[in-house]
Structure formats: structure tokens, C-alpha cells
């Protein structure tokens, strides 16, 4: 099995910054895609960003210029640094990996979630 933990969550004041970190580990051939969503009370999963293996990006627009991921291939981990936070930007982050194991079975793994909170 595989296991997927993120580290890095709490409280900011706004306009601050955060680092999210995810590290997977386990029974894992390769990762494609890593990626962080979020989860604001009663609301949905939303995509955040992700990276595939070469390092391409894709960010939400609402957090495009404020946030950055990274991954260390590897290391099977992925960051998330986020920078000038505001309100809206708390919720639960999760981390998602795209993993193909050593039987060359491939699916997605979520970590726990981690908990980002937002203060004026």
C-alpha cells in the first residue's frame, strides 16, 4: 500500500505565508501527477495545483502568482509555498499522487488532509 502525509498546515495571518509539504512512500514504482486541493467548510474539493513528473504546472486561477509547487522526484515528495494569503484561501489541503505501484497498478492516493487557517 501506499501512504501519502502532508505536513506544514496552521494559522496565518493574512498577507503571510505557509509551506505545505507531502511526502508519499510505500509500495511505488513511479508518480506520475502530484498535486494539493482544498476543501473549505461546505464547500467542494477544489484543484489547487499540481505538477506532473517533468515539472509542468497548473494552478488555479485564483491562487496563480501567489502560490508555487515543487516536487523531488526522487524523494517522492511535493510542496506547496504559499505567499500573501488571504481569507478565502483557508480550508483543509490535501495532497493527491497518481501512483503506479510495483505490479504496474496504477491509482490515486490522498493524504489526511492539513488544516490551513486564515486570520485578519
Known amino acids: 500500500q501506499v501512504q501519502v502525509v502532508e505536513s506544514g498546515g496552521g494559522l496565518v495571518q493574512a498577507g503571510g505565508s505557509l509551506r505545505l509539504s507531502c511526502a508519499a512512500s510505500g509500495n511505488i514504482l513511479s508518480i506520475n501527477a502530484m498535486g494539493w486541493y482544498r476543501q473549505p467548510p461546505g464547500k467542494q474539493r477544489e484543484l489547487v495545483a499540481s505538477i506532473s513528473t517533468s515539472g509542468i504546472t497548473n494552478y488555479a486561477d485564483s491562487v496563480k502568482g501567489r502560490f508555487a509547487i515543487s516536487r523531488d522526484n526522487a524523494k517522492n515528495t511535493v510542496s506547496l509555498q504559499m505567499n500573501s494569503l488571504k481569507l478565502e484561501d483557508a480550508a483543509v489541503y490535501y495532497c493527491?499522487?497518481?501512483?503506479?505501484?510495483?505490479?504496474?497498478?496504477?491509482?490515486?492516493?490522498w493524504g489526511q488532509g492539513t488544516q490551513v487557517t486564515v486570520s485578519s
Open positions: 493527491n499522487a497518481d501512483v503506479t505501484n510495483r505490479a504496474y497498478y496504477r491509482t490515486t492516493y
